[in-house]
């Protein structure tokens, strides 16, 4: 069983996949990578939730936006400190 509280939707070549998996790593956040150009039932999923563009981001709790969005990473990261 995956013990990564968080998942990181991303495709090759993106750099605000780049970017939030960089933050994630230098946070200390354990998380993994779907790569949704392979993965067509990954890809089919973020499409149900509304979005369109990598990365999106899911964490255990259900939370999840699209982008690089330092301030949620750091919500995220607050979060996982806590637990």
């Known amino acids: 069983m995956n013990t ?9 070549s993106c750099p605000q996949c780049d970017a939030t998996k960089r933050c994630l790593t230098k946070h200390g956040i354990p998380f993994h990578t779907v ?3 392979t993965d067509h039932e990954a890809l089919a999923f973020v499409q149900s939730l509304g979005y369109g563009s990598a990365p999106v981001v899911m964490t255990a709790n259900g939370d999840h936006w699209a982008g690089f969005r330092p301030d ?5 990261s607050a979060g996982e400190q806590a637990a």
């Not at 990564?4 to 090759?12: A, F, Q």
Request: overall charge positive; aromatic content about 6%.
């Open 4 to 12: 990564d509280t968080i998942t990181v939707y991303t495709k090759p």
């Open 35 to 37: 790569d949704l150009t």
């Open 72 to 76: 949620r990473l750091k919500a995220a």
